[in-house]
């Protein structure tokens, strides 16, 4: 499989503990990298449908304790090739990292 | 648990991208939930970067929403083409557009990337003109559509003199458009006119209690106020010997200046004031609401004309505007056959605005001669005359777009 794009993979960790919507991947992936990755309302359209098209995730119902503000925004989850990749993704950086630290690059920690 | 999407509309103008670049169905189901993701992107990026955060996020939102609904539309006629029996059927079906269109908008992509400089010109020039164009309307709008403040109006038109041989016409109630003799030939020859004035914009510097003031003037014959049916609020307008150029110089204060200038004390008038190194007697002030055409004028001073202004000689020193009221039957029309009965010369009303489409096209010209080789290498591969010219349009089509979103938000 090829490598996954940046914000594929964002999506993906972002959609692996629960199941959510647009706007809480957004908030998601900014809250867990400090800010430093901020997701577009379009580009997350497409990512979504292309993710969806490879079944790497799948639309979810709703949690049980959302209240909707009116609307109905679609849920997405993690499906098992969504894991799966992710996990290659993962394991692919780990590598990279290893790498890194072998060539005292990267120092700590 | 993720909170739940307020129902927040975004802005017009976010909507109006959704509207124009996505298909139909696709936005209605998407639109909600966009314009919320897009309003978080917003708050976000103004609560870290500020102002110009603001500005980045909608450049960037906009950009980002063009670009998914272009994705939406090849989605759609990707699935009408799978509807249509699966397979392409031939090079111009249904299924075989999305694919070249999606190739085109990256091949257009790329080009502009890689020629930044023409991109960033052409861009700014759109920007630009565009930002211009919205400023110009805005004012045409308030200078000619929208009525001016005066009683009948309608009535009211604007006389300029103008040279078809010696390129465009500069016409419009600040560009010069009369001379002195025209205006007494009209005076006396024209019979579908209720009254005729002319007037000059100037700049004044006033000698007040505290120093010296730069403002702006209005030098008005006093037929105006009787034309544009002004009433004094306080002391009088001009009389017909004000007028005459070597009466003893009179003025006017607008409501704004009397207030600012000198808190509106009603001892103003009957005193003089220098404008200029002239003294003025102030004789009145207008009311509070009154407004011709622009709103910075604060003094109204008489015109006259000496003798040898009026001279033939100076049949083409188009210093003054010139307006009339027509009477309550008569038509434009039947002014302008009057006016070409004393002086054959024609007479226009609105000025024209067109530049964009021009600067740009000519812009576009220059870089395709410096591509011939591009278009040569895609050529002997293969590609067909009708390709590479949608490959053009489509690059043309993009900057445009992205010019036209650049410049409404720069106008916003």
């Known amino acids: 499989m090829r490598n996954l794009p940046e914000h594929w993979f964002h999506i993906l960790l972002a959609v692996a503990d629960q199941a959510r919507h647009g706007l809480g991947i957004i908030q998601e992936v900014s809250a867990s990298t400090n800010g430093e990755v901020q997701l577009w309302p379009g580009m997350l359209y497409v990512a979504l449908r292309r993710l969806a098209d490879g079944g790497l995730v799948a639309e979810a119902d709703p949690p049980a304790s959302f209240e909707s503000g009116g609307g109905r925004p679609r849920f997405y989850r993690i499906t098992a090739a969504g894991r799966k990749a992710s996990a290659a993704e993962a394991r692919r950086l780990a590598q990279l990292v290893a790498t890194a630290r072998a060539k005292r690059i990267l120092r700590g920690t | 648990v993720s909170k739940a999407p307020s129902v927040r509309r975004a802005p017009l103008l976010y909507r109006l991208v959704l509207w124009l670049a996505w298909p139909a169905r696709e936005r209605r189901a998407q639109s909600a939930e966009l314009e919320q993701m897009f309003l978080h992107c917003v708050a976000e990026s103004r609560r870290r970067r500020g102002w110009p955060?603001?500005?980045?996020?909608?450049?960037?939102?906009?950009?980002?929403?063009?670009?998914?609904?272009?994705?939406?539309?090849?989605?759609?006629?990707?699935?009408?083409?799978?509807m249509n029996g699966g397979r392409s059927m031939g090079r111009l079906s249904l299924s075989g557009i999305p694919r070249e269109l999606v190739s085109d908008v990256r091949l257009a992509a790329r080009a502009l990337v890689r020629d930044r400089l023409f991109t960033a010109t052409a861009l700014l020039t759109l920007l630009v003109c565009l930002a211009a164009n919205a400023a110009i309307f805005s004012i045409v709008r308030s200078v000619l559509l929208k009525p001016l403040p005066i009683p009948e109006a309608d009535r009211i038109v604007l006389l300029s003199n103008i040279y078809p041989r010696s390129g465009p016409p500069r016409t419009g109630p600040g560009a010069s458009g009369t001379s002195a003799p025209d205006y007494f030939d009209r005076l006396e020859g024209m019979t579908v006119f209720e009254e005729q004035a002319t007037y000059q914009r100037l700049s004044a510097s006033v000698e007040l209690a505290d120093g010296v003031e730069r403002t702006v003037a209005l030098r008005a014959t006093p037929s105006f106020f009787a034309l544009v049916r002004a009433r004094p609020l306080r002391g009088t307008l001009f009389r017909e010997q004000d007028g005459e150029f070597d009466a003893?110089?009179?003025?006017?204060?607008?409501?704004?200046?009397?207030q600012r200038a000198f808190g509106g004390e009603e001892a103003v008038i009957g005193r003089d004031v220098r404008i200029n190194g002239v003294a003025f007697h102030v004789i009145g002030v207008l009311p509070r609401d009154f407004q011709f055409i622009w709103n910075d004028v604060d003094l109204w001073l008489p015109l006259g004309f000496a003798p040898a202004l009026r001279a033939d000689s100076r049949r083409h020193s188009n210093n003054w505007n010139m307006i009339a009221r027509l009477k309550p039957d008569a038509t434009?029309?039947?002014?302008?056959?009057?006016?070409?009965?004393?002086?054959?010369?024609?007479?226009?009303?609105?000025?024209?605005?067109?530049?964009?489409?021009?600067?740009?096209?000519n812009l576009l010209l220059v870089r395709s001669a410096g591509r011939v080789r591009e278009m040569a290498i895609r050529q002997t591969l293969g590609a067909g005359p009708l390709r590479l010219g949608r490959q053009l349009l489509t690059e043309t089509t993009f900057l445009t777009l992205l010019g036209g979103v650049l410049g409404i938000a720069a106008a916003w």
């Open chain 2, 53 to 82: 955060g603001v500005v980045l996020a909608w450049l960037r939102g906009m950009a980002d929403a063009m670009g998914a609904g272009i994705f939406a539309w090849a989605e759609l006629f990707a699935a009408r083409g799978r």
């Open chain 2, 248 to 258: 003893a110089p009179r003025a006017i204060l607008s409501y704004g200046y009397w």
């Open chain 2, 332 to 361: 434009v029309a039947q002014a302008q056959a009057e006016v070409d009965a004393i002086n054959a010369r024609p007479l226009e009303r609105f000025p024209q605005f067109r530049s964009i489409i021009i600067d740009s096209a």
